[in-house]
Nanobody, 125 residues
């Protein structure tokens, strides 16, 4: 069993930066690929970034490429999302989720094994 807890969200001005953290409980966390997703009211959930269990492979959505970076520290059971050059359209609830398969993480988020409860990011223009 893995529990995920996101933190690091908040209010930031456009052009600013935030770092989100996804802290996991459970000794098997290092076996899971992890993804970040975001959602705003009335819109479908959107894939943001994913990282393989080892951390060697990452994928970022085109909308955040060059601005966001996903990373992980398995010794700390934590996955990070560094968000730079934030735009108003980045405003959303951000969720982390875990699955055994990296291919499963890079997508709509359906079939993920575990989800966090999310953290809100608000970017003011």
């Amino acid at each position: 069993q893995v529990q995920l807890v996101e933190s690091g969200g908040g209010l930031v001005q456009a052009g600013g930066s935030l770092r989100l953290s996804c802290a996991a409980s459970g000794r098997t966390f290092s076996q899971y690929a992890v993804g970040w997703f975001r959602q705003t009211p009335g819109k479908e959930r959107e894939f943001v970034a994913a990282i393989s269990a080892s951390g060697r492979v990452t994928r970022h959505a085109d909308s955040v490429k060059g601005r966001f970076t996903i990373s992980r520290d398995n010794a700390k059971n934590t996955v990070y999302l560094q968000m730079n050059s934030l735009k108003s359209e980045d405003t959303a609830h951000y969720y982390c989720a875990a699955a055994y398969s990296f291919a499963q993480v890079v997508g709509s988020g359906q079939g993920m094994d575990y989800w966090g409860k999310g953290t809100l990011v608000t970017v003011s223009s």
